[in-house]
């Protein structure tokens, strides 16, 4: 063995625990503020789906950061769109699609136009935002859940799930009008 082998090998070997101990960036869904890029307006939402955060802008340079629940892969929505609606404890109705996707999931909604009213067992959770695109709906929300272990996941049908509490607050901040970029 060389000298050279020998010292690099000793500076791995005595590297290893605190390569194997750092700690990488963990995943907090808590609303907490931020700093972020100051060409972003003040009002405006960003949603990150790719790192499952949704930053509401609240000055230049800094934000309130949510954590959310995304679209699975290619269910997930992509744009610029504006809440045009807001609602406390909103009735909930899978799409079409969504039923023609997993029609046992959805069948007491075959063949009729039920939808579940708004409760703690409604899937939109206690608020919704509405998200519209040229006047129309896009079917997409930004809402409470009742599966918050879906937080900080890519599992919805395209909505942004939150955590109700926070969710909450975020609906208490934005006004309808909010312009929501989904990058």
């Known amino acids: 063995m060389h000298r050279r082998t020998f010292l690099a090998s000793t500076l791995a070997a005595a590297a290893l625990p605190q390569v194997l101990s750092a ?89 009729n136009t039920e939808a579940q009213p708004g409760g703690p067992d409604n899937p939109l959770g206690a608020r919704a935002l509405y998200l519209f695109q040229n006047g129309k709906d896009t079917y997409f929300r930004i809402h409470g859940t009742t599966q918050p272990n879906t937080i900080g996941r890519s599992v919805s049908n395209g909505c942004i799930r939150m955590i109700n509490e926070h969710v909450i607050d975020l609906y208490n901040r934005v006004p309808v009008g909010t312009v929501v970029t989904v990058l």
């Open 23 to 111: 700690k990488t960036a963990v995943f907090d869904p808590t609303p907490q503020e931020v700093s972020i890029k100051r060409q972003f307006e003040t009002g405006q939402l960003l949603i990150l789906p790719r790192s499952h955060y949704l930053y509401f802008v609240t000055a230049p340079g800094k934000a309130m950061r949510y954590g959310v629940g995304v679209g699975k892969a290619g269910l997930e929505f992509t744009g610029t769109a504006t809440i045009a609606v807001k609602k406390e404890w909103p009735t909930w109705r899978p799409t079409d699609e969504m039923i023609e996707r997993d029609p046992k999931a959805y069948k007491r909604f075959i063949g």
